[in-house]
């Protein structure tokens, strides 16, 4: 499917200002947007400084359609989602995510409040390269309000499922990025009855204290926070605050997998069903399926793919437990069916409150499996996955996407990029030496096949 999409990826079309991103491609995203989804439609945009230029352009596409805009000003991503969600026609959030700060992009939102799925996602750029639009004449064009208070809703959709001051008594560190989070997530806490100590809390699109990936390096400042003020953790959070990472009480980067294990063993504990979740995920989360009676269903590797999966399992009929992916995305289904990093927030003081341990001895409790992630270049993608399912007989193998070929406690997947000529090759054992050896074994087939 992604193949065949020519602007926009698993999340969203972006790219550099002033190059692959301009106003007049936002205003002609605007107008298909229009075209296909008529009525009221809800907007926002991350920290960016590209933001207010690019949403004018949205406005104007909207506008032209005859839709009615509800500018709900600087947000999260979730926040739009849970905004939109049965209340709007669809939304368009301006935002790059976790890219650096020259990037921008949109992604859009359809009224169930999940992302634009692939079908329709081609029918829009069908418009945009046709320059096909219902465009309104002058007795029919749409206006435009400023409603930035509706953030609240979401504030307020979260709290309610954490009823009582949870957080009493726990100090936490909080640091969005400069991101659109700087408005929400301290709030958040602080309403759950948590002390609160923050780092690059002010909106900018400069982003003067670590870039909007949040990585282990770029957190050094929120780990020093952690230890200096004895917090219970600090959160971190990406560019539109769609994900939230961990430093546990030690100060130590909590890697993500174990996260989205962590905090799936919390809720599956009292929720059995499906935990749906990409290829690409730790076996971490089969072991938090077995101990809790729940089932692991496998998606191929985009978030999208996860939201829309479990909302098709609803439908069928089953239950649905959890959902998320290993980079700190996570998908809470009484909540809405999109990763939130507000929501994650929220739900690691439940969890602590709760255990009444510390997110370190949680962590260390969990089982050591060694993972390896390697990024290869290559021309020959597709030859590689096809060699690779092939030659392990041993090991059964899962074509969801690429071909992941698992055996006991190790496994691997290889998969082709969607968007550059490179090849991901995921690993991960019991053990370092294991997760080697197999990773060496793979090298050995392909390496003839890599640039
Ligand atoms: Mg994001």
Redesign the pocket.
């Known amino acids: 499917m992604n193949q065949t999409k020519q602007l926009f990826g698993t999340?969203g079309v972006r790219g550099i200002v002033g190059e692959s991103m301009t106003p007049g491609l936002v205003l002609r995203i605007g107008q298909a947007l229009g075209s296909m989804r008529p009525g009221t439609i809800a907007i926002g945009r991350d920290t960016r400084t590209s933001g207010p230029m690019l949403v004018h352009a949205l406005k104007a596409g909207l506008i032209g359609t005859g839709c009615r805009v509800v500018d709900c000003g600087v947000l999260p991503?979730p926040a739009l989602q849970y905004i939109v969600r049965d209340r709007f026609a669809a939304g368009a959030m301006i935002?790059a995510?976790?890219n650096p700060p020259e990037y921008n992009g949109v992604k859009i939102i359809e009224r169930d409040g999940t992302e634009m799925g692939d079908g329709e996602v081609l029918a829009l750029e069908g418009r945009l390269f046709r320059d096909e639009y219902a465009l309104a004449g002058w007795t029919g064009l749409g206006d435009e309000e400023e409603h930035p208070e509706l953030v609240e809703q979401y504030l307020s959709g979260i709290l309610a499922h954490f009823p009582g001051e949870l957080g009493r008594g726990m100090t936490v560190a909080v640091d969005p990025g400069s991101g659109p989070a700087s408005l929400t997530t301290s709030t958040l806490l602080e309403r759950m009855g948590c002390t609160v100590r923050a780092i690059n809390n002010t909106p900018d699109g400069t982003f003067p204290g670590r870039l909007p990936e949040p990585t282990p390096a770029g957190l050094r400042s929120l780990a020093e926070l952690v230890r200096e003020t004895g917090a219970a953790f600090g959160v971190a959070h990406?560019?539109?605050?769609?994900?939230a990472v961990f430093i546990d009480d030690r100060g130590r980067y909590v890697e993500e997998n174990r996260e989205f294990a962590l905090i799936a063993h919390h809720v599956c504990r009292r929720r059995q069903g499906v935990i749906v979740t990409p290829v690409s995920t730790s076996q971490l989360i089969e072991d938090v399926a077995a101990a809790t009676g729940c089932t692991v269903r496998y998606t191929q590797v985009g978030s999208i793919y996860v939201a829309r999966s479990m909302l098709a399992l609803l439908e069928a009929g089953m239950e649905v437990a959890f959902g998320g992916e290993g980079n700190g995305?996570l998908i809470y289904p009484d909540h809405q069916f999109c990763?939130d990093?507000g929501m994650t927030a929220a739900m690691m003081v439940a969890m602590l409150s709760e255990t009444g341990r510390p997110l370190s001895a949680l962590v260390d409790e969990l089982p050591p499996y060694h993972f390896i992630n390697l990024r290869l270049k290559t021309r020959h993608a597709e030859e590689i996955v096809t060699m690779v399912a092939a030659a392990f007989p041993d090991f059964s193998a899962d074509r969801t996407d690429g071909v992941r070929i698992s055996k006991g406690k190790t496994w691997a997947l290889v998969r082709r990029s969607g968007t550059e000529p490179i090849i991901r090759v995921m690993v991960e054992a019991e053990d370092r030496v294991g997760a080697e050896a197999m990773r060496d074994e793979i090298l050995r087939l392909i390496t003839p096949l890599l640039d």
């Open positions: 999340n991503t935002t995510s976790h990406d560019g539109d605050a769609d994900r995305g990763r990093g």
